[in-house]
């Protein structure tokens, strides 16, 4: 959300910011927030506040559909220090895909919390849904001489079934006259889980008495990262972050369709059930290149975990100055993933004797793929203080290897659960078309 000062500032300058924006995206929540420096340390005229503000706009097709706004204020102090405040308010409507699979003919389903829908026939089973989320985050940085940087925060956050507290630090030093920064950082957040309706238990039908009250989520984060001013124009970063999730990790609304082992066809349907461990581990490598109007962003982040889905993000961002008060930054991303091993379009079992352990047919533990473009504009207004951005993306994202009709049996085989398991080959590609618009303004005073 934060904007960038063009200020006079120098190429080193732009250069470390953008470097910190790129770690700390390392590990959301280990260093939430982009930079809060303070004017003091970067010998720009004093200022004892900031406002940062925006709106966003985003929506899937035919599905979900998003409005948040935030604000974040921040008190700048003399000794360098800085004190922020950030609120978020998430309103979201809509309809979310329940899981089960298309069919031939119109079917209706249940969803885990009890409610009923109706699909036409070979459409993807939704059900509808509306929520509101609140979130306040605070944060503090403080300089300890002039090359150690301390950063610690907490956050707190609250929809109708899920509410999360937390806390996060890092500590950065600066080496080698400024060239060398080493980062390290952590988070521990305590969630709890409570869905409307109940709680299901995992790979049962909707005649199963759920569980009441509070399921509990841990998830600790350590992140460790550092930067390298390589010459007047270019920086290199890399940062690497494992996180440990404990707990209710299941999605107590989705469900998986349990299909005629001879048509492919849905016969029933079933809850999804996850482990209760997840291990998360990513790198991140960035590069910033300072051209001598135009900046070049290019990362890749390589992400895998003990549920052993692997995945590969490229993203890159050239942002070309204008004018003095004008700049623009078009921005191309591709992500691509491999499926969760007890992943499943469908479970073809019929006594539940020979059910799995775990089975999820959430399209998000699939074979995932995505391709986002856009652009960010940003522009002054003359003699008014304050920096303005607008940017707007459009992503297709879609799943490789859904099967092309009823039958499952065209698939890459069963997974180590049992279940008929999600490939990367064959099928058809089931393809959402998601757009975002977002309006920001900062300004110093």
């Not at 509808?128 to 956050?155: C, E, K, M, N, Y």
């Not at 992400?303 to 995945?311: L, P, T």
Request: hydrophobic residues 35%.
């Amino acid at each position: 959300m934060q904007l960038e000062d063009r200020g006079g500032a120098s190429v080193r300058r732009r250069l470390a910011a953008a470097a910190c924006v790129l770690l700390a995206a390392g590990a959301p929540g280990a260093a939430s927030g982009q930079s809060a420096t303070p004017a003091a340390a970067t010998g720009e005229a004093a200022v004892k506040w900031r406002f940062e503000g925006s709106g966003l706009l985003y929506g899937e097709q035919s599905r979900a559909n998003v409005v948040e706004p935030v604000a974040r204020i921040t008190r700048l102090f003399s000794s360098g220090q800085a004190l922020s405040a950030q609120f978020t308010l998430d309103a979201i409507t809509g309809a979310s895909p329940t899981g089960a699979m298309p069919s031939g003919t119109v079917q209706t389903t249940t969803s885990a919390s009890g409610q009923t829908s109706t699909t036409a026939a070979n459409a993807v089973p939704t059900h509808p849904f509306h929520d509101l989320r609140g979130a306040l985050d605070l944060q503090w940085v403080r300089p300890i001489g002039s090359l150690v940087t301390i950063t610690a925060g907490g956050h707190a956050s609250r929809e109708k079934d899920y509410q999360s507290l937390g806390s996060h630090g890092t500590l950065s030093v600066d080496l080698l006259h400024r060239l060398t920064t080493v980062t390290l950082g952590g988070a521990v957040y305590h969630d709890g889980v409570f869905p409307v309706g109940g709680t299901p238990v995992g790979l049962a039908d909707s005649t199963v008495a759920k569980h009441f009250g509070t399921q509990a989520k841990d998830v600790t984060t350590a992140l460790a990262g550092v930067s390298q001013v390589l010459s007047r124009r270019w920086m290199l970063g890399v940062t690497a972050s494992r996180t440990r999730e404990t707990g209710y990790l299941t999605e107590p609304y989705k469900i998986v369709s349990v299909l005629d082992p001879t048509t492919g066809l849905p016969t029933g349907q079933l809850t999804e059930n996850r482990p209760s461990n997840r291990m998360r581990n990513d790198v991140l490598t960035s590069s910033v290149f300072h051209f001598d109007s135009d900046v070049f962003y290019l990362s890749h982040r390589y992400y895998w975990d003990d549920w052993r889905i692997h995945s590969n993000t490229l993203d890159i961002k050239v942002r070309h100055d204008i004018s003095q008060d004008m700049w623009i930054q078009p921005h191309v991303r591709g992500y691509e993933q491999s499926s969760a091993q007890f992943f499943v379009f469908g479970l073809t079992h019929g006594p539940p004797a020979s059910l799995p352990t775990y089975a999820s047919a959430d399209d998000r533990l699939g074979p995932l793929r995505s391709v986002t473009l856009g652009a960010t504009y940003g522009f002054r207004v003359p003699g008014q203080p304050g920096e303005f951005t607008i940017r707007g993306e459009y992503m297709y994202q879609w799943v490789s290897g859904q099967p092309a009709g009823p039958s499952l049996q065209q698939n890459n085989g069963e997974n180590e659960n049992g279940g008929t398991a999600g490939g990367t080959g064959g099928g058809s590609v089931s393809g959402t078309s998601i757009g975002s618009l977002l309006a920001g303004y900062t300004v110093q005073f």
